[in-house]
T-cell receptor, first 115, second 114 residues
């Protein structure tokens, strides 16, 4: 079974500061991992994904995430926050070999960026 | 139109009404999904369709009735809803449900049940 825990339902940073959103997963098989972003009144947009290969994954809008198997983590970072990054962020895991389309989502982290 | 579209974007309905939500994907995908997003709750998967066949019903009450006439269209028929059904309903699609890739989401329908 797969599950995701996002530590911190709310994160606040100043504009220009480092953004760090935490995600830990549980998976009985090697995972596929995703970060999605949701802006107000919109659906979820894929930021980045880890499937195989390089453990440091770069996504859109300057975000990146590192898959650490030993820590079962997939934290999302951005070196310098921008006001436009304010949104809700969701981490999701999917087991390999699964025949179902199920993504297991975390509860989300609301990112606030202060000027 | 590109990506995944949903109509209507907002819907207010009484508990005795019948309405339908529509989703259309323009990505050539074969799997489609309905999710419910309520405030302060995790995203809930409701239904999965793969090549027009329902492959998952996540214990959803029968007042929600999905329909998938083809791989590009997905409907959610609503009847005798309860106020706790008020939520954002998101549609998503992927290449196929067994494909180990991402899902693409529509903008959602904000449903309010009065």
């Amino acid at each position: 079974a797969q599950s995701v825990t996002q530590l911190g339902s709310h994160v606040s940073v100043s504009e220009g500061a480092l953004v760090l959103l935490r995600c830990n997963y549980s998976s009985s098989v090697p995972p596929y991992l995703f970060w999605y972003v949701q802006y107000p009144n919109q659906g979820l947009q894929l930021l980045l994904k880890y499937t195989t290969g390089a453990t440091l994954v770069k996504g859109i809008n300057g975000f990146e995430a590192e898959f650490k198997k030993s820590e079962t983590s997939f934290h999302l970072t951005k070196p310098s926050a921008h006001m436009s990054d304010a949104a809700e962020y969701f981490c999701a895991v999917r087991g390999r070999g699964s025949t179902l389309g199920r993504l297991y989502f975390g509860r989300g982290t609301q990112l606030t960026v202060w000027p | 139109e590109t990506g995944v579209t949903q109509t209507p974007r907002h819907l207010v309905m009484g508990m005795t009404n019948k309405k339908s939500l529509k989703c259309e994907q323009h990505l050539g995908h074969n799997a489609m999904y309905w999710y419910k997003q309520s405030a302060k709750k995790p995203l809930e998967l409701m239904f999965v369709y793969n090549f027009k066949e329902q492959t998952e019903n996540n214990s959803v009450p029968s007042r929600f009735s999905p329909e998938c006439p083809n791989s590009s269209h997905l409907f959610l028929h609503l009847h005798t809803l309860q106020p706790e059904d008020s939520a954002l309903y998101l549609c998503a699609s992927s290449q196929e449900s067994g494909f180990q890739g991402e899902q693409y989401f529509g903008p959602g329908t904000r449903l309010t049940v009065t």
